[in-house]
């Protein structure tokens, strides 16, 4: 009698499923193989059929047995599933995100399904779980829209054939995250305070401070051989605005402006390839339109920066004017 292999598992190893048979053909019983290898009789007489059915290939059928359920009615169907995937691609969002998409779209899915879906057709990545460095945070919660606003540059490679590089001034509001976009041919204080003033006439509300990094397009306090003011200074002066500045090296504490360089690059940089500079303005406009009043924010409780502006009193009409 063959010992007992103690606690019973139906999970078998394809060399596991060819010994029971092997071993009822050897002249072992039912019941002492089943035993030792730990399953009921149902499994063992399973696997004597398939043998029984095809002798000549077992070796092969015990190793490549398909588990799959004969029907799956709750499995997505193949148009929801292209439509899933073709969005996961086109703008990178996880399931929660993707749900509100397909809602927009007359698809009603959970966020646990979608995942499903993703999963399926390998776009899930498992990121390597990293330590956490030790910062001091910089966070400061805004009460009202305009309380600050965060400003700062991103360079785009040499475009359209010409020798020099485009520039995107951005500016984010940190309370609503409505953000301003535009490109610029040089990084200057000229072009700074040109961008400035039609950040003013874009937001809806009025500005309390600015914030901006210790480029030289902002501040000269990182050039002491400079005796003159900054011109940036000096319109926001007459404007009686006030303005303050990130730390040096220090970029996370202007970090919601850093990331709105991030998604511009992600969702606009990366699909387009620009023959002329009118393109690329329009391309820039409509990115504008889209992440202001269609784009969900996970900081904002997945609603859009106007729909987050709209939530106050004083703001339920207001509007974006995106021809400045």
């Known amino acids: 009698m063959l010992p007992s292999m103690g606690n019973h598992t139906y999970h078998l190893a394809p060399r596991q499923r060819y010994r029971l048979v092997a071993d009822y053909l050897g002249g072992h019983q039912v019941s002492s193989i089943c035993r030792f290898y730990g399953v009921p009789r149902k499994t063992f007489y399973y696997w004597l059929h398939v043998w029984q059915a095809d002798p000549d290939n ?5 190793a490549a047995t398909d588990h799959t359920p ?26 929660v995100k993707l749900k509100l998409l397909l809602q927009e779209r007359g698809v009603m899915m959970s966020s ?59 500016a984010i509001d940190l309370y ?17 305070v040109h961008f400035l003033e039609r950040a003013i006439k874009f937001l809806p ?15 000269y306090d990182m050039l002491v051989h400079v005796g003159v003011e900054h011109p940036v200074h000096t319109y926001l002066n007459s404007r009686s605005i006030a303005f303050c500045f ?20 992600e969702e606009v940089e990366r699909w387009h390839k620009w023959k002329d500079l009118p393109q690329l303005l329009k391309d ?30 004083q703001f339920e009409n207001a509007r974006l004017d995106y021809s400045l």
């Open 205 to 219: 509300f009025p500005i309390q401070v600015f914030q901006f990094d210790h480029g030289s397009e902002f501040t």
């Open 112 to 170: 646990s399904g979608i995942y499903k879906v993703l999963k399926r057709a390998n776009l899930i990545k498992k990121h390597k779980r990293k330590i956490k460095k030790k910062y001091k945070k910089y966070t400061a919660f805004m009460k009202v829209p305009g309380q600050k606003v965060q400003v700062d540059v991103a360079y785009l490679p040499k475009l359209f054939g010409k020798s020099h590089r485009q520039y995107v001034y951005q």
């Open 246 to 265: 990130s730390l040096v090296a220090t970029p996370r504490t202007n970090g919601c402006v850093e990331r709105v360089h991030r998604t511009w690059r």
């Open 284 to 313: 820039n406009r409509k990115w504008m339109r889209y992440y202001n009043e269609q784009r969900p924010h996970h900081g904002l409780n997945l609603l859009t920066p106007l729909q987050k502006l709209h939530s106050i009193k």
């Open 58 to 62: 077992f070796s092969k059928n015990v």
């Open 70 to 95: 004969i029907s799956q009615p709750l499995l997505t169907d193949q148009a929801t599933t292209e439509l899933i995937i073709r969005l996961r691609k086109k703008s990178k969002f996880g399931p």
């Open 176 to 192: 609503t995250r409505i953000t301003f976009s535009a490109v610029y041919g040089e990084c200057c204080p000229a072009n700074t």
